[in-house]
């Protein structure tokens, strides 16, 4: 699949045996890949059973997919989103298409369904990071009073990026579009039903922010809070509510 600005990004496209009644757009998390650590396989197979196709890929400098991490931004994922929407079009013409996302790419996934409604039938959002700016900036002990610190400034012109976890590092662009580009302020222009899973696997995002995201909301839209131990056994659960809520809603 390619992006807007050239980058090839390596994909899976799943289909039903029938021609589908749902087309799915389906985005990893930061540092993960396109199979969201397992999960999104097992995802994309139930949808195919009950008839939804899906698309995933490599976000740009992740798995087999061109490009750095440090080249991200909010923008260049809300571009991403509009390349998946289109070679999902172009494979199943004249559909609208289910946007899910986990972690990272929740808030701009959110964002892209309040300002290009009429492209987003629903909504699913698993664990979202919504507030870039508290997450990147706010937690990180290299910043205080939104200025980054000498040492870290210096570390971060040399390398050109700034390593948040093992798996995944920001550079520039990013660490200053989190300041202005603000997924929390547009929740409420989303029209297409929206469920929002907290707990669908460890996470770092606090379970206030999703509850906080769900009190926002205007279009229908449900919350679901998965507890108890983690390991794997989230996974059922959870795609039992995501498939529900694209297949069953009318």
Known sequence: ????????????????ESAPCHAVLMLHGEGATRE?????????????????????????????????????????????????????RENFPGMLGT?????????????????????????????????????????????????????????????????????????????NEVFWLQPRGVLDVIAAPTLIVHGAGPTDVPLESSRAAADVLTCPHRLVEISGPQGGYWQAPVIRAATDWIIDRS
């Open 36 to 88: 969201q650590n397992g999960f999104y396989p097992r995802l994309a197979a139930e949808l195919a059973e009950r008839g939804a196709a899906s698309l995933r890929f490599d976000l740009p400098g992740h798995g087999e997919s061109e490009g750095n991490h440090e080249e991200l931004s909010l923008s260049s994922l809300l571009n991403t989103i509009s390349s998946g929407l289109t070679h999902l």
């Open 99 to 175: 946007l899910i996302a986990t972690g990272l790419t929740g808030g701009v996934a959110a964002g892209y369904a309040a300002r290009k409604g009429p492209e987003v039938d629903r909504l699913v959002l698993f664990n979202p990071l919504i507030d870039y700016k508290e997450h990147f900036v706010d937690a990180q002990p290299a910043w205080t009073g939104d200025f980054l610190d000498e040492l870290a400034g210096r570390a971060l012109l040399a390398d050109g990026r700034m390593r948040l976890s093992p798996t995944f590092a920001v550079g520039r662009a990013m660490l």
């Open 1 to 16: 699949m390619r992006t807007h600005d050239g980058l090839r990004l390596a994909a899976t496209l799943v289909a039903p």
